[in-house]
């Protein structure tokens, strides 16, 4: 493995040399103790020192790998605390990413690219991380335009959990027809003449989404570890070095975990993984839960991957889809006779849960439930939870939380979905969808997350501008500044408190010796970057358990090898994950001010060579015969 020559620093005898330093950087730790340093050591996966240059010195042996931050800013790795990543990982290099695409018309012209190589039998999907609102056109495409883009390849273009749009030969494949009916919850739109047109929206369940994404061919064998893998370097690219997998539809457990779990015996993992299980079969949810109690407990597994418990679905009738341009679903009178047996049977057998709710009217029922357990004594009983999403959670609710030892997870799905929500809802229920600082003032534990890859996009630095901005990527401002947080919150939401959720916080989410060595060096400065543009920062180096995980620029060549993307015509071999575009820039008073430390800068360096005999004393007279008169 090569390293970056750093002058000053020789290698000593010792038998406790690291195995990677990092010095040379401006760390942001985490930890209160120490919250800044210049300089830290790793060995056997752990952090050993955190300090300055001379701190870590004593411990650069003959392979210590030292590589040299050049001032940048230094975080601890990111945790996603609800991602679909291995969901994600299965899909990943059969899918097309809109993410971060600026014009529908860019997204159109890969599209075509795309369907061009393609081969017969596959499909070209894009599936989620976009919104029509990031679009210069402000609009999803047509039909027609799909069809104009690939006509005799299938095209699945998926669009939050609203709606999907489909080619005429996407229509064929999925074989929809005139008489096929629609799903519960699902409308399969048609024209005049009882056709489908191609447009398939959820009324308000995502399932005929999904259902129909089902039907495009997979991946096999080591194709699906190689995607996975590519997923996992996508996601380090971001400076993220854990996640909270919320596990989901079409996610079934052993089958669709056995990729994750042979790259984990093989040392393969990128990202450390928190897994949930997740009832797929209405009806069976008891059943299935009762047989994985007798299969496994929450924490088997080791700092790579560990089961954290069930959800985000616990029962199917308690789910409350949140497609913001449907009203609210009515969920079923009775379904808490069935929820509190699925609760009860968890809290007796020590499994915590994490739980989907988008409305505070499912919370409220939820909880009543949890209550009635509490005063028998079996709730939590020891046992971690939390709600996921809480858009519309009221402060009551929260209170109750709160007292039940409950946390929460928030997600930036209305950075896509906000100006939908806005139109249904108005500005005013906006302003406090998810009421984060409401939550944060109780001193609930709040982990951050994406929800990706299925809706938002999984690039966490969007949901950092989020949480800081209250902004969508369509730039309306939907959250004001009494429901924002500062940086360095959004920071702990992405770091300590998804530790947190794991169980973890005694050795992740914060830089201090005895803690995972998992850290990612800065392609711009977090906490003095214009707010504008944190969503165009990226890790430029990427640490997880002192392994150099991933690499880029001044150190390009110190991660570790992948094997090359297959199949050959992957839309992530060509176009890669996302499409990353350039920050906004200076304003012009920072810009200024810039230009006149470079002038200084430069006549410090003049006045260095004159001492030197490099140049005359003086300095030399500027002509310019524009001005001579």
Same mark, same amino acid.
């Given at each position: 493995?090569?390293?970056?020559?750093?002058?000053?620093?020789?290698?000593?005898?010792?038998?406790?040399?690291?195995?990677?330093?990092?010095?040379?950087?401006?760390?942001?730790?985490?930890?209160?103790?120490?919250?800044?340093?210049?300089?830290?050591?790793?060995?056997?996966?752990?952090?050993?020192?955190?300090?300055?240059?001379?701190?870590?010195?004593?411990?650069?042996?003959?392979?210590?790998?030292?590589?040299?931050?050049?001032?940048?800013?230094?975080?601890?790795?990111?945790?996603?605390?609800?991602?679909?990543?291995?969901?994600?990982?299965?899909?990943?290099?059969?899918?097309?990413?809109?993410?971060?695409?600026?014009?529908?018309?860019?997204?159109?012209?890969?599209?075509?690219?795309?369907?061009?190589?393609?081969?017969?039998?596959?499909?070209?999907?894009?599936?989620?991380?976009?919104?029509?609102?990031?679009?210069?056109?402000?609009?999803?495409? +047509? *039909?027609? !335009? %799909?069809?104009? @883009?690939?006509?005799?390849?299938?095209?699945?273009?998926? =669009? #939050?959990?609203?709606?999907?749009?489909?080619?005429?030969?996407?229509?064929?494949?999925?074989?929809?027809?005139?008489?096929?009916?629609?799903?519960?919850?699902?409308?399969?739109?048609?024209?005049?003449?009882?056709?489908?047109?191609?447009?398939?929206?959820?009324?308000?369940?995502?399932?005929?989404?999904?259902?129909?994404?089902?039907?495009?061919?997979?991946?096999?064998?080591?194709?699906?570890?190689?995607?996975?893998?590519?997923?996992?370097?996508?996601?380090?690219?971001?400076?993220?070095?854990?996640?909270?997998?919320?596990?989901?539809?079409?996610?079934?457990?052993?089958?669709?975990?056995? +990729? *994750?779990? !042979? %790259?984990?015996? @093989?040392?393969?993992?990128?990202?450390?993984?928190?897994? =949930? #299980?997740?009832?797929?079969?209405?009806?069976?949810?008891?059943?299935?839960?009762?047989?994985?109690?007798?299969?496994?407990?929450?924490?088997?597994?080791?700092?790579?991957?560990?089961?954290?418990?069930?959800?985000?679905?616990?029962?199917?009738?308690?789910?409350?889809?949140?497609?913001?341009?449907?009203?609210?679903?009515?969920?079923?009178?009775?379904?808490?006779?069935?929820?509190?047996?699925?609760?009860?049977?968890?809290?007796?057998?020590?499994?915590?849960?994490?739980?989907?709710?988008?409305?505070?009217?499912?919370?409220?029922?939820?909880?009543?439930?949890?209550?009635?357990?509490?005063?028998?004594?079996?709730?939590?009983?020891?046992?971690?939870?939390?709600?996921?999403?809480?858009?519309?959670?009221?402060?009551?609710?929260?209170?109750?939380?709160?007292?039940?030892?409950?946390?929460?997870?928030?997600?930036?799905?209305?950075?896509?979905?906000?100006?939908?929500?806005?139109?249904?809802?108005?500005?005013?229920?906006?302003?406090?969808?998810?009421?984060?600082?409401?939550?944060?003032?109780?001193?609930?534990?709040?982990?951050?997350?994406?929800?990706?890859?299925?809706?938002?996009?999984?690039?966490?630095?969007?949901?950092?501008?989020?949480?800081?901005?209250?902004?969508?990527?369509?730039?309306?401002?939907?959250?004001?500044?009494?429901?924002?947080?500062?940086?360095?919150?959004?920071?702990?939401?992405?770091?300590?408190?998804?530790?947190?959720?794991?169980?973890?916080?005694?050795?992740?989410?914060?830089?201090?010796?005895?803690?995972?060595?998992?850290?990612?060096?800065?392609?711009?400065?977090?906490?003095?970057?214009?707010?504008?543009?944190?969503?165009?920062?990226?890790?430029?180096?990427?640490?997880?358990?002192?392994?150099?995980?991933?690499?880029?620029?001044?150190?390009?060549?110190?991660?570790?090898?992948?094997?090359?993307?297959?199949?050959?015509?992957?839309?992530?071999?060509?176009?890669?994950?996302?499409?990353?575009?350039?920050?906004?820039?200076?304003?012009?008073?920072?810009?200024?001010?810039?230009?006149?430390?470079?002038?200084?800068?430069?006549?410090?360096?003049?006045?260095?060579?004159?001492?030197?005999?490099?140049?005359?004393?003086?300095?030399?007279?500027?002509?310019?015969?524009?001005?001579?008169?």
């Amino acid at each position: 493995m090569p390293t970056m020559p750093v002058g000053g620093l020789v290698p000593q005898a010792a038998d406790d040399a690291a195995d990677v330093i990092v010095r040379n950087a401006k760390i942001y730790t985490g930890d209160p103790g120490r919250p800044q340093a210049e300089a830290i050591a790793i060995r056997d996966g752990v952090i050993t020192v955190v300090g300055d240059d001379s701190d870590v010195a004593p411990h650069i042996g003959a392979a210590t790998k030292v590589v040299d931050a050049l001032g940048r800013r230094m975080i601890p790795g990111l945790n996603d605390s609800h991602l679909h990543v291995i969901r994600g990982g299965l899909n990943y290099v059969l899918e097309l990413r809109w993410d971060g695409v600026p014009t529908l018309r860019q997204g159109l012209a890969m599209l075509r690219e795309q369907a061009a190589r393609t081969p017969k039998g596959q499909w070209v999907r894009v599936v989620g991380g976009w919104s029509a609102e990031q679009f210069a056109e402000r609009r999803l495409p +047509t *039909v027609a !335009e %799909l069809n104009a @883009a690939a006509p005799d390849t299938p095209v699945f273009v998926l =669009h #939050l959990y609203q709606s999907a749009v489909l080619n005429r030969a996407a229509l064929k494949a999925a074989g929809y027809t005139k008489d096929t009916p629609d799903p519960k919850g699902g409308q399969i739109v048609r024209g005049r003449d009882g056709e489908p047109t191609g447009m398939l929206l959820a009324a308000p369940s995502a399932l005929i989404l999904y259902s129909t994404l089902a039907r495009a061919p997979g991946l096999e064998g080591e194709d699906k570890k190689t995607s996975t893998r590519h997923f996992l370097r996508e996601l380090n690219r971001f400076g993220l070095t854990s996640a909270i997998d919320a596990a989901g539809g079409f996610q079934n457990f052993p089958d669709n975990y056995s +990729t *994750v779990v !042979e %790259l984990a015996k @093989a040392g393969q993992l990128s990202l450390r993984i928190a897994y =949930h #299980l997740f009832p797929q079969t209405p009806g069976q949810e008891i059943d299935d839960l009762a047989r994985w109690i007798e299969m496994a407990r929450p924490e088997d597994g080791d700092e790579w991957l560990r089961l954290n418990g069930a959800g985000e679905n616990l029962i199917w009738a308690a789910a409350d889809f949140e497609n913001f341009t449907q009203p609210r679903p009515e969920l079923a009178r009775d379904y808490e006779a069935e929820f509190e047996k699925a609760v009860r049977l968890l809290m007796e057998n020590g499994w915590g849960f994490r739980l989907h709710a988008t409305y505070d009217e499912t919370i409220r029922r939820d909880l009543a439930v949890f209550e009635k357990l509490a005063a028998e004594g079996l709730f939590p009983a020891g046992n971690r939870w939390l709600f996921d999403h809480a858009e519309t959670a009221s402060r009551d609710s929260l209170d109750r939380i709160a007292a039940l030892g409950g946390a929460m997870s928030v997600q930036n799905r209305l950075s896509f979905q906000g100006e939908a929500f806005v139109r249904r809802y108005g500005s005013g229920a906006a302003a406090d969808a998810p009421p984060v600082r409401a939550m944060l003032d109780r001193g609930l534990t709040v982990g951050a997350g994406t929800d990706a890859t299925r809706v938002s996009s999984y690039n966490p630095w969007v949901a950092l501008h989020w949480l800081v901005s209250g902004r969508t990527v369509g730039d309306l401002t939907i959250r004001p500044p009494h429901n924002r947080v500062d940086r360095e919150t959004a920071l702990a939401m992405f770091t300590e408190a998804g530790a947190a959720l794991t169980g973890e916080a005694d050795v992740k989410g914060v830089l201090r010796p005895g803690c995972f060595g998992d850290l990612a060096i800065l392609s711009e400065d977090y906490f003095t970057v214009p707010e504008q543009d944190i969503p165009h920062i990226e890790a430029l180096l990427t640490v997880t358990g002192g392994r150099i995980v991933y690499a880029v620029g001044e150190y390009e060549g110190l991660d570790e090898e992948l094997p090359p993307v297959s199949p050959a015509w992957s839309p992530v071999a060509h176009f890669g994950g996302y499409q990353a575009t350039p920050g906004t820039g200076l304003n012009g008073a920072r810009q200024a001010e810039l230009l006149g430390q470079a002038v200084a800068e430069s006549e410090q360096h003049r006045q260095w060579r004159a001492r030197r005999g490099l140049t005359p004393e003086t300095a030399s007279t500027v002509f310019d015969p524009c001005f001579v008169l």
